[in-house]
């Protein structure tokens, strides 16, 4: 439309047009930093509601500067006080609401275990071992009970990886696995997911593309499995996926110079994200990333750096711990971090609108 200004428009009427011309950028500046802020998974340090770290994580959620909390195990005092934390930061989310997630495979890998006065959960070895994956369910209903009633609405499991390597230092170890053959995994992965949705609780499998061959732990350093993975490792998250029971997906901090052709670990890598899973296995879910903290990426690349990567490869959500150097001012100072990048155009715009929607998406399960 035309607007021809022979005549003077009113006084408040150019008033308007001014202070809606000047405060666009700053509207757009403040939807941006929110979208980013959703994208935060983070960790904190303190074992109760009223820990200093604890209050300020959930003042960050209140103003929309986090939208997930992860808890590790320094976290974790006691049953009420669990409660209290996790009560704490839903009241801080309002309607927004937040990711509180956990990990509760079962086995070694349960935070709720009997030292806070919770039921012991079988590992995936021996629930394989014992039960049938119908039967099995019920285990799983249980842990999702736990989970749930502690108050989180997330757990970092099932664990997808193919028992490959029997000697392997992080997943067979700690028999994590439900067996090498993809089929009767995805058949436990499928159980543990549905049980959890029933209580409306996020599952996420791990760790994309396969770590159950490797030689390493990814969480000390680099752990290249280019010459111990098979393209059947794939096979369980590619069955869950087309069965729609991948409510979420974590890829590994792996190397692997095919899969992750750019050089650098699966979790950070384009090539690995949006080659491999989105377009390839045709995934459009959740992604959420292992710790960025941890030292295969930590001690390897510079914050900014791994940032943004890691949103450049497609992950949805950027989990840090904040335990290597604890800063409580973390949050403000990564979506800057982001924000910046996003106007220097080192990150499309574009990715962190698709990730805020595919966040908000998955927040309406919870």
Not at 342 to 351: Q, S, T
Request: hydrophobic share 40%; charged share 20%.
């Amino acid at each position: 439309m035309h607007l021809c200004f022979k005549r003077a428009l009113p006084t408040i009427t150019l008033t308007a047009l001014f202070l809606s011309a000047t405060l666009t950028p700053v509207r757009a500046d403040e939807q941006l930093n929110k979208m980013i802020g959703q994208m935060l998974m983070m960790g904190f340090q303190g074992s109760s509601a009223n820990a200093r770290g604890a209050k300020r994580l959930a003042s960050q959620i209140s103003a929309g500067q986090v939208g997930g909390v992860v808890m590790l195990g320094y976290n974790f005092k006691s049953k009420s006080a669990v409660k209290g934390l996790t009560s704490l930061f839903k009241r801080a989310a309002g309607n927004q609401k937040v990711f509180l997630a956990v990990d509760m495979e079962g086995g070694s890998v349960q935070r709720l275990g009997r030292k806070l006065g919770y039921p012991r959960i079988a590992s995936a070895r021996t629930t394989a071992k014992r039960q049938t994956p119908h039967q099995a369910k019920a285990t799983f209903r249980k842990l999702a009970q736990i989970t749930h009633s502690a108050g989180f609405n997330m757990n970092l499991g099932p664990d997808v990886d193919l028992l490959v390597n029997p000697a392997n230092p992080v997943i067979a170890k700690w028999g994590r696995s439900y067996g090498s053959d993809p089929k009767k995994v995805a058949s436990y992965a499928r159980s543990f997911v549905q049980a959890h949705n029933e209580l409306g609780v996020i599952t996420v499998l791990k760790h994309f593309p396969g770590h159950g061959s490797s030689t390493g732990d990814s969480h000390h350093g680099f752990v290249n499995i280019s010459k111990t993975w098979t393209a059947k490792e794939l096979d369980p998250f590619k069955i869950l996926i087309n069965s729609g029971d991948a409510p979420a997906i974590m890829p590994g901090h792996l190397m692997h110079n095919k899969i992750a052709s750019d050089g650098v670990p699966v979790s950070i890598s384009k090539p690995a994200i949006s080659g491999l899973l989105r377009s390839k296995l045709g995934y459009h879910g959740l992604v959420i990333s292992d710790d960025l903290q941890m030292g295969a990426i930590a001690s390897n690349y510079g914050y900014t750096n791994t940032l943004i990567r890691a949103i450049n490869a497609g992950i949805d959500v950027l989990m840090i711990s904040n335990s290597r150097k604890p800063d409580g001012n973390l949050p403000k100072k990564t979506i800057a971090i982001i924000a910046n990048a996003v106007k220097a155009g080192k990150i499309p715009r574009a990715k962190i609108q698709a990730a805020y929607e595919r966040i908000l998406q998955a927040k309406k399960k919870i």
